[in-house]
């Protein structure tokens, strides 16, 4: 049975949703200060509150779908945990917007889970289809944008020290990542006699383009979630046309994939083609995480919070293995990360939801027969690639944005009531009240589009001024100085100012001449953040170059409260405390050395200097 073509009142959602998904992850901005998360987490604000006016406007009806309800029971509960967690966060900023970089706080989520709802309620399986042709646009445009980048033919010089393909996600690992779930996607109708034969072939072509992409990015977890994608969907297409090789395909399977998790793990024949450093490193992460969470397991150490606490948390191997200043703010686990950040409650849930997801999906696949079968095992198995990288890696927007609406769809497509056009949009039967409701979700999602307009405007102008700042800073030029000045002072009277973009800025104005104004702004920081390292580090090395030992020691101090394994903070207190002739501290810092890092260039430097 061929796929029904969507009916026309469906359109304009599932676009919304599906092609929100698509400009999500392909748009970046070079001119501004963070190119790639902050303008994704700005479309899926303004794209997520024009939703919110669908959800409303059908969920009476919708809702009658007991599986539906429960769906959004889960997610209801998800945000109010959540919230909570946002709460009772330190820091509001981090909190609802998210770390740098990242911008995963919580408001990040609620539109997440407002994609992934309406994708539930309004996607069936006469909608994959559109999610297909999305899903191929959105892949051959990475391709191509990946293979640039290899040839050396991108048109944006990047500050990149990674694998060239970064694509638009800013990192090899996420791009491969992406490029592995359209790649999942697009393999579908390869097998999928209702797509039109020469589709069938586009999509084989692009799959195995993809695969060289990925291969060439250098990142395996990108193989892995291909592997596991196409995987899935390939047992279960044998099954659907009763192959004998079905069993030891899906044996074949199971085996490869156990010695491919091994591989990663630097055990067993696969080790020399899928381990990296990286994953011994992610180990580090998790465990931390998990320190964070059975030290507060109610609500974590705050939502997004877990960069201020990794360096309490970290196990000593890490500064000795990989040095005294790196650090992490994400547990490179998603589930962990919930747990460490915002508690068991929010992390329950999580794990709650992806169940019942994974529970939905595999029924979808019992039920229906044919190609039907295998649309919804291609939504599935996508989702499950997106789940794959989730275990190793960050919830990037470019990416998670996808992994939401494919779990959101693999709930709608699985719904008993799923055959023929979507329900939900049928729930008018007069022409006058059609007119009325369509007014309502129209006012709906305009007022909240306006609303979040209100924050996007703001966050935009501190991005494209930090953006001035930094492309105006050089300390060696004098005629620089005053413009550094104005942009910094500029930036510094935005609204909504992300707190690492002011440690920024105190540290532009106090090298460039400003000392005051720097000074007195990283002690702002410090004042709403104490365990803000980054300005206790300026402040103390600052403080170390006026001469005022004194105050330099107690940021040190402060320093090592929450940075306890940091022997390079304290092979510098020892010298503070030597050159004031406090000798008994300076031994002090030299046992503590000693202690944890002794074979360290730091216990050498310790061993000679203070004595």
């Known amino acids: 049975m061929k796929t029904k073509k969507p009916a026309l009142e469906n359109s304009s959602i599932i676009w919304w949703i599906f092609g929100g998904c698509a400009l999500t992850t392909l748009y970046f901005n070079s001119k501004i200060q963070d190119p790639f998360n902050s303008p994704k987490m700005w479309i899926i604000f303004l794209i997520s509150a024009w939703l919110v006016g669908h959800i409303i406007a059908n969920n009476h009806k919708a809702y009658k779908d007991i599986n539906l309800k429960v769906f959004g029971v889960l997610l209801g509960l998800f945000l109010i945990f959540g919230f909570i967690a946002a709460m009772t966060t330190d820091i509001s900023y981090t909190a609802f917007f998210g770390e740098n970089q990242r911008r995963n706080g919580f408001l990040t989520y609620l539109a997440l889970v407002i994609f992934m709802l309406a994708s539930a309620m309004f996607v069936r399986l006469d909608a994959i289809r559109r999610l297909n042709y999305v899903a191929f646009s959105t892949g051959l445009i990475l391709a191509i944008y990946g293979l640039m980048q290899i040839s050396g033919l991108d048109f944006i010089q990047w500050n990149n020290p990674y694998n060239a393909v970064i694509s638009t996600v800013g990192n090899p690992n996420f791009a491969a990542a992406i490029m592995a779930m359209m790649a999942s996607i697009v393999f579908g109708p390869v097998l999928n006699d209702s797509f039109n034969l020469y589709y069938r072939f586009a999509s084989l072509l692009l799959t195995l383009v993809l695969l060289v992409t990925i291969y060439l990015s250098d990142a395996r977890q990108g193989l892995i979630a291909f592997a596991i994608g196409v995987g899935v969907y390939l047992v279960i297409w044998l099954y659907k046309i009763k192959s004998k090789l079905r069993h030891l395909m899906l044996g074949s399977s199971l085996l490869i994939?156990?010695?491919?998790?091994?591989?990663?793990?630097?055990?067993?024949?696969l080790t020399n083609y899928l381990y990296k450093s990286s994953v011994t490193v992610r180990g580090y992460y998790w465990r931390a995480g998990i320190e964070m969470f059975k030290d507060k397991p109610f609500f974590g150490v705050g939502f997004d919070r877990y960069g201020a606490y990794f360096?309490?948390?970290?196990?000593?191997?890490?500064?000795?293995?990989?040095?005294?200043?790196?650090?992490?703010?994400?547990?490179?686990?998603?589930?962990?990360?919930?747990?460490?950040?915002?508690?068991?409650?929010?992390?329950?849930?999580?794990?709650?939801?992806?169940?019942?997801?994974?529970?939905?999906?595999?029924?979808?696949?019992?039920?229906?027969?044919?190609?039907?079968?295998?649309?919804?095992?291609?939504?599935?198995?996508?989702?499950?690639?997106?789940?794959?990288?989730?275990?190793?890696?960050?919830?990037?927007?470019?990416?998670?944005?996808?992994?939401?609406?494919?779990?959101?769809?693999?709930?709608?497509?699985?719904?008993?009531?799923?055959?023929?056009?979507?329900?939900?949009?049928?729930?008018?039967?007069?022409?006058?009240?059609?007119?009325?409701?369509?007014?309502?979700?129209?006012?709906?999602?305009?007022?909240?589009?306006?609303?979040?307009?209100?924050?996007?405007?703001?966050?935009?102008?501190?991005?494209?001024?930090?953006?001035?700042?930094?492309?105006?800073?050089?300390?060696?030029?004098?005629?620089?100085?005053?413009?550094?000045?104005?942009?910094?002072?500029?930036?510094?009277?935005?609204?909504?100012?992300?707190?690492?973009?002011?440690?920024?800025?105190?540290?532009?104005?106090?090298?460039?001449?400003?000392?005051?104004?720097?000074?007195?702004?990283?002690?702002?920081?410090?004042?709403a953040d104490r365990r803000n390292l980054d300005a206790l580090t300026s402040l103390a090395e600052f403080n170390q170059q006026l001469g005022d030992l004194a105050v330099a020691n107690g940021y040190r101090l402060q320093i090592a409260k929450y940075d306890p394994f940091n022997a390079a903070n304290y092979l510098q207190?020892?010298?503070?405390?030597?050159?004031?002739?406090?000798?008994?501290?300076?031994?002090?810092?030299?046992?503590?050395?000693?202690?944890?890092?002794?074979?360290?260039?730091?216990?050498?430097?310790?061993?000679?200097?203070?004595?």
């Open 257 to 269: 994939g156990l010695f491919a998790i091994l591989g990663m793990l630097q055990i067993g024949p």
């Open 311 to 527: 360096k309490e948390f970290r196990e000593v191997g890490y500064p000795l293995s990989y040095g005294f200043q790196i650090t992490s703010s994400n547990a490179h686990n998603v589930p962990i990360q919930f747990f460490s950040t915002s508690g068991i409650f929010v992390g329950a849930i999580y794990l709650i939801i992806l169940g019942f997801i994974a529970w939905s999906g595999i029924n979808g696949i019992r039920r229906f027969e044919g190609n039907d079968k295998l649309v919804v095992a291609s939504v599935f198995s996508a989702w499950l690639a997106y789940q794959a990288q989730t275990i190793i890696s960050i919830d990037n927007i470019g990416i998670s944005i996808w992994g939401w609406v494919l779990g959101g769809a693999v709930v709608g497509v699985s719904r008993k009531n799923n055959l023929g056009s979507n329900p939900a949009n049928k729930v008018m039967k007069s022409r006058g009240t059609s007119v009325s409701f369509n007014l309502r979700q129209t006012f709906i999602s305009s007022t909240l589009l306006l609303l979040v307009l209100t924050a996007v405007v703001p966050l935009y102008q501190v991005e494209k001024n930090m953006f001035g700042t930094r492309m105006v800073f050089n300390p060696s030029v004098p005629e620089s100085k005053t413009a550094l000045y104005e942009f910094a002072n500029k930036s510094l009277k935005s609204g909504l100012l992300e707190p690492s973009y002011k440690v920024t800025l105190g540290t532009y104005l106090a090298v460039t001449g400003f000392t005051a104004d720097g000074l007195n702004t990283l002690k702002e920081v410090v004042a």
């Open 573 to 611: 207190l020892g010298r503070n405390y030597k050159s004031i002739g406090d000798l008994a501290k300076m031994n002090e810092m030299r046992s503590k050395i000693l202690s944890f890092a002794p074979n360290t260039e730091e216990a050498k430097q310790a061993i000679s200097e203070l004595n």
